[in-house]
């Protein structure tokens, strides 16, 4: 989920569609991955809310890409 949010914000709906995901799959991990505060959200209507990784989400991601490449 984190190779998503690499390039830029994305709306869940988005994520789910490009990557043939069940879209209340992608929500549940989003929310999973904000109450551990590795992406975050920006705006308050949840048809318009973009996510995007957080400082420690990105130092995640970028650990996570340095272990797929081994």
Known sequence: MTE??????RQPSRIADE????RPHVSRALAE???????RSHSSDSRAKLY???DL???VAT????????
């Open 63 to 70: 650990r996570l890409e340095g272990r797929s490449d081994d």
């Open 33 to 39: 991955l904000r109450e551990r505060q590795l992406v």
């Open 4 to 9: 998503c949010l690499d390039a830029r914000p």
């Open 19 to 22: 990557n043939d995901l069940a």
């Open 57 to 59: 989400g990105d130092e």
């Open 52 to 54: 995007t990784l957080t």
